[in-house]
C-alpha cells in the first residue's frame, strides 16, 4: 500500500512551506486566494487525504455516534436505524454501527470498539442475553451520554425510549378474549429482557381481568425464530383441549406458527385465533393477514437520536438534564388472523 501524502508533500511539490499548506487547507485568511487554489490542486492532484478524525480529537469531537442493535437483519431495527440516521445527518453526525447478535460477550466486545474509537455518545438495544451493564461503566466515567431504546435495563437514571409493552400485550389479549377465546396461549422471548416480561405482566392482567385461567402450559418461552414455529404448532395440537387463541411477541414467529397451523389442517382464526407482534412486513404477507401491535421504529430512532443529541449540545450541563424513559405509543391492528364474526365472547372454563 502507497504511503499517504502529507502536508510536506504538498508543500515540496509547489514550493511553500508545510505552515501555508495547512492554513490553506483549513481556509485560513492570511493565505492568498490564488495561493490556496495553487495547493487545492496539487492536493487533489496528489491524493492528499485530509485526516479529519485528527482534526476532530484535537477539538475533542469525533462527530461519531456510536449505535449496537441485537441484529441488523430485524425490520424493526433497521426503521429504528433509519430514524436515527435522519437525525443525526441533520445534526452533522455520523452513525458508526454493529450488532451484537444477541449476544451479551459479543456487546460487550462492541461497547469496548466505540468507547475507544472515541465515539461522542452511544445508542443501544440491549441483547438478549445481557444480565448486567458493568460493560458501560467506561462510558459513564468519562460522563459520554448513553441512551437506550426498545430493550432497555431494568434500572434507574437512564435514558431510554420505549413503547408500553405491557399495555399492549393486555389490549392484544383482550382482543382475543371479546373474539370469544377462553384458552389463550402466549409464545414470549427471554424474560429478563424488559420487552417480554412486561407483555407477559399484560397478557396475565388482561387474563386476570376476565377471570380465565392461565395453565402452565400455555406459556412457552422461545427465541421466537421463524424455526420456533413449528415446534409451537407441535405443542399446541397435543394439548387437550387446543387453545383457541394465540399471542406471539414477534411477527416472523406468529407468521410461521400460521404456516404450520394450515399445514396441520388448523383453521386460522376459526379454530385458533392469532395475534403477532411489531407489524413487520411479513404480517401483512401471509393469509389470513396478521393481526399485530404497531411498532414506531422509525419514531423510536428518531427519538433516541434527537435525546441524545440533546445531551451531547448540552457538553458539560449534560448531567442537568433529567435521566427518563420516554413512552411512545402502540396500536393494536385487527386483521383476518383474529377477526371471528362474533360479537359475544365465550364464557370463561
Known sequence: MKKDITI???AENIGVSPTTVSRALSNHPRVKEKT??????????LGYQSNIFATNLRRKHTFNIGVIVPRLNSPFQSSALSGMEKVASEAGYNL????????????????????????DGLIVSLAGDTEQTDHFQAFRKKEIPIVFFDRVPKQPNISGVII???????????HLLEQGCNRIAHVVGNLDINVYSDRLAGFHRALSDRGVPLKA???MVSDLSEEAGEAVVSKLVKMKPMPDGLMVSNDYCAASCLVALKKRGVRVP???ALVG??????SR???????TISYPGYLMGETAMKTLILQLKSGDNSESIPKEIKVLDAALLVRGSSKRNTNKPKEAI
Open 270 to 272: 376459526e379454530d385458533i
Open 285 to 291: 404477507m401471509v393469509e389470513p393477514n396478521l393481526t
Open 164 to 174: 408500553d409493552n405491557e399495555k399492549a400485550a393486555y389490549e392484544a389479549t383482550t
Open 8 to 10: 510536506y508533500d504538498i
Open 277 to 282: 407482534f411489531n407489524n413487520d412486513t411479513i
Open 217 to 219: 402450559a400455555d406459556l
Open 36 to 45: 490556496k487554489k495553487k495547493i487545492f490542486e496539487a492536493a487533489q492532484k
Open 96 to 119: 458508526v454501527i454493529s450488532q451484537s447478535l444477541e449476544s451479551m460477550e459479543k456487546e460487550v466486545a462492541n461497547v469496548k470498539t466505540m468507547f475507544n474509537s472515541r465515539v
